[in-house]
DNA sequence: TAGATGACTCACA
DNA sequence: ATGTGAGCCATCT
């Protein structure tokens, strides 16, 4: 199982700022790869610490928050980003002000 | 090893 | 706006 990306995926997730979010075609853009976004979500979802790696500032492309998040629930989620002065609106976040972008 | 599943995205109707 | 189909990757069975 020599997964390379995935200790970057998580690497990635402590380079978001406070306050902003990122999406799974951002973090797979920064591979190189666009398809990839599945795979973030299936790495995200194995994620092995969830305590440390704000898996939660990870969106999907339109800013809807997953559906099957594991820690706790949607609702766990929108908590921990209004937390972070991030307007959650029915379960969607506005990327317009919130979308972070990795520098390459 | 191969087939199915999923925290996705995009294009088209 | 809502629904369907196709594509890619990592993990599961």
Do not use: W
């Amino acid at each position: 199982m020599a997964n390379l990306n995935k200790k970057k995926v998580y690497d990635l997730l402590l380079e978001i700022p406070q306050g902003y979010v990122v999406t799974y075609g951002d973090i797979a853009s920064y591979f190189g790869n666009k398809k990839m976004a599945r795979a973030i979500g299936t790495i995200l979802h194995h994620n092995p610490d969830p305590n440390k790696y704000p898996c939660y500032k990870v969106v999907s492309a339109k800013g809807k928050l997953s559906k099957s998040f594991a820690f706790g629930g949607i609702q766990r989620q929108r908590e921990l980003l209004e937390n972070e002065n991030i307007k959650v609106i029915d379960n969607k976040i506005d990327l317009k002000i919130y979308g972070f972008k990795f520098k390459k």
